[in-house]
């Protein structure tokens, strides 16, 4: 067989893409986590106690549990009571309600509640990947409501955001 251009073009890319499909590897999670499932297989989430300030009475139960039901619907690990693979612990720091909005009398017209909480990550499986930070969030709202009309519906949007804040900082690696 006499091998030309048209013979070792056709005969360079077949082995090109046997080579690309076997040296690739292409890893698909819908759930957003970036987790080596053989290495790291469980998580310990501590209750995040309340130590702000403003006190509202089911904010820490209600915060613990979104964040261990954001782990346990997106993620396979085994939870454990302490000493995980991965460890997450911290305090609800700031919850408080500020004026955000002034018309032209003065007055003001909006209100901000804001939240913050202090996370403490342990991977025990990855030291470098460790970090003690802060996640906040606010949502604003009329002051033709109180906070009392608007506090359950503004706390569980203020939870779900630092929850998703603190899954991606932890799990996700993006």
Same mark, same amino acid.
């Given at each position: 067989?006499?091998?030309?251009?048209?013979?070792?073009?056709?005969?360079? @890319?077949?082995? @090109?893409?046997?080579?690309?499909?076997?040296?690739?590897?292409?890893?698909?999670?819908?759930?957003?986590?970036?987790?080596?499932?053989?290495? !790291?297989? =469980?998580?310990?989430?501590?209750?995040?106690?309340?130590?702000?300030?403003?006190?509202? @009475?089911?904010?820490?139960?209600?915060?613990?549990?979104?964040?261990?039901?954001?782990? &346990?619907?997106? =993620?396979?690990?085994?939870?454990?009571?302490?000493?995980?693979?991965? %460890?997450?612990?911290?305090?609800?720091?700031?919850?408080?309600?500020?004026? &955000?909005?002034?018309? @032209?009398?003065?007055?003001?017209?909006?209100?901000?509640? %804001?939240?913050?909480?202090?996370?403490?990550?342990?991977?025990?499986?990855?030291? =470098?990947?460790?970090?003690?930070?802060?996640? &906040? &969030? /606010?949502?604003?709202?009329?002051?033709? /409501? =109180? #906070?009392?009309? !608007? %506090?359950?519906?503004?706390?569980?949007?203020? #939870?779900?955001?630092?929850?998703? %804040?603190?899954?991606?900082?932890? !799990?996700?690696?993006?």
């Amino acid at each position: 067989m006499v091998w030309n251009k048209k013979n070792i073009i056709p005969l360079v @890319a077949l082995t @090109a893409f046997i080579g690309m499909l076997v040296s690739c590897k292409i890893s698909y999670k819908f759930n957003g986590s970036s987790i080596d499932y053989s290495v !790291v297989k =469980t998580i310990s989430i501590d209750e995040f106690p309340n130590r702000a300030p403003l006190v509202y @009475a089911s904010l820490s139960s209600d915060f613990t549990e979104k964040l261990k039901d954001e782990f &346990s619907s997106k =993620t396979a690990l085994r939870f454990v009571d302490h000493d995980g693979d991965l %460890q997450i612990s911290g305090d609800i720091t700031g919850y408080n309600v500020i004026s &955000s909005g002034v018309n @032209a009398s003065g007055e003001a017209v909006d209100s901000r509640l %804001q939240m913050s909480v202090s996370v403490r990550f342990v991977n025990k499986v990855n030291a =470098t990947e460790s970090f003690e930070k802060t996640f &906040s &969030s /606010y949502q604003t709202f009329s002051n033709e /409501y =109180t #906070i009392d009309q !608007v %506090q359950g519906e503004l706390n569980g949007l203020l #939870i779900e955001d630092i929850v998703s %804040q603190i899954f991606n900082a932890t !799990v996700a690696n993006w």
